[in-house]
């Protein structure tokens, strides 16, 4: 099996949540406990859960 690093999915996960970290920076600073964390927090959700799963040992759990 590949690296997880080496997946075309985490290669646009990657680039999607570095856009969306910029995007949000350009928010009103009233929005930075509510939908810009929320923006954050989903976009690196992706990356970080293709990672998570790629670390499991079972063969089942992969």
């Known amino acids: 099996m590949r690296k997880v690093e080496d997946l075309d999915v985490f290669k646009l996960s990657h680039s999607l ?17 509510g939908l810009i ?12 859960n293709l990672m998570e799963g790629a670390h499991r040992l079972g063969s089942k759990e992969y």
């Not at 949540?17 to 406990?33: G, N, R």
């Open 37 to 48: 964390s929320q923006m954050r927090r989903a976009a690196y959700s992706i990356p970080m």
């Open 17 to 33: 949540a570095l856009e969306i970290f910029q995007l949000t920076k350009t928010f009103p600073e009233e929005e930075k406990f």
